[in-house]
């Protein structure tokens, strides 16, 4: 049959004839005659539509551009080919392994990768928790934050509120509340790893109930005490190195933490394990689970009220509300 024949020094290619005889290779033509065992060559897997090639002692090689006849050679020849080349001209095995490496990877995305962002989110030091947050604290107070208007006496009142609260867990001394104005993320609870919880004006106004208030910061406390924006930010961050990985650019990941925290639409599973924690909290403390489904309600009705990217953006980052509302409805019974 015919192959093209390079001799490993040069870049010429010449046309040559390669044969099998017992167990030897033989090509010639254009100034080549060689015979070599079969043994002693390597046959390249056929992989896609690439020519069929097979490598020499020294350097040397042949590629065999019809790749059913070279097939058929090696078959008469009781030369048997490699599982991999099998593997190759069967449709059904390729597409069955194309479906299985689609359901491997979406079941790392599903369960593998927060089990994993679980499991390092949990074990991550307190100090590493502390400094993260600060240097993301100082991105948001540069960007979306600015300083509360709120008198400094309703400030009060409210952290004396929350630090009296008994809590799932026991006392959490690292929850600490923070307030701030942001015209960008309206009515808005945001926390940090480390237990530092941002609460916007906007959400004071709109949840006039102090009741309610202590709800929304029991359901961000469970947040903190689950480490749900932790384990966000790990999920972020590992999906972006490997975007980034793939694309060759990772000059964006340093302002990753930020944008996760802000941007981050919290699973179902999570969402329901910091509604759970609110609602015991809640109960806890003597006040029923309809407490949490009223400020759910408000900063519904708040967000209707004043459109998208008003009072409420807290809500946007959630699960449907009707969805919750109707499990801790469950939940209460």
Request: glycine share 10%; with cysteine.
């Amino acid at each position: 049959m015919d192959a093209i024949y390079y001799d490993g020094q040069t870049a010429r290619l010449r046309r040559v004839s390669l044969t099998l005889e017992a167990d030897r290779f033989i090509v010639s033509g254009d100034g080549v005659d060689r015979q070599d065992p079969v043994g002693a060559v390597q046959i390249m897997e056929a992989i896609g539509r690439t020519p069929r090639v097979v490598r020499f002692v020294g350097g040397a090689s042949c590629e065999i551009h019809d790749r059913d006849a070279f097939a058929t050679l090696l078959q008469a020849h009781g030369v048997a080919q490699s599982a991999i080349s099998v593997l190759d001209r069967s449709w059904r095995i390729v597409g069955a392994a194309v479906l299985f490496i689609a359901l491997v990877a979406a079941g790392g995305y599903r369960y593998g990768l927060p089990a994993v962002a679980r499991t390092t989110a949990d074990r991550l030091p307190r100090g590493t928790l502390n400094s993260l947050s600060e240097q993301i604290a100082t991105v948001l107070d540069k960007t979306v934050f600015q300083p509360t208007g709120l008198p400094v006496e309703r400030q009060r009142a409210i952290t004396a509120e929350f630090d009296a609260l008994r809590l799932m867990g026991g006392a959490a001394p690292s929850l600490r509340v923070a307030f701030r104005r942001s015209d960008g993320i309206g009515a808005n609870a945001l926390t940090l790893p480390s237990g530092m919880i941002f609460v916007t004006d906007d959400l004071v106004t709109v949840l006039k109930d102090d009741r309610q208030i202590m709800a929304v910061l029991a359901h961000e406390a469970g947040h903190a005490q689950h480490r749900h924006g932790m384990r966000q930010i790990i999920q972020s961050t590992v999906m972006g190195a490997l975007v980034a990985w793939y694309i060759g650019d990772v000059s964006g990941l340093s302002a990753a933490a930020p944008t996760s925290l802000l941007q981050a639409k919290y699973s179902r599973d999570l969402e329901r394990e910091a509604d759970a924690y609110a609602a015991q909290t809640l109960l806890l403390n003597g006040m029923p689970v309809s407490v949490l489904i009223d400020a759910l309600r408000g900063l519904e009705e708040a967000r209707g009220g004043r459109g998208r990217g008003g009072a409420l953006a807290y809500m946007s980052s959630h699960p449907a509300t009707e969805e919750r509302i109707a499990w801790l409805r469950g939940y209460g019974k």
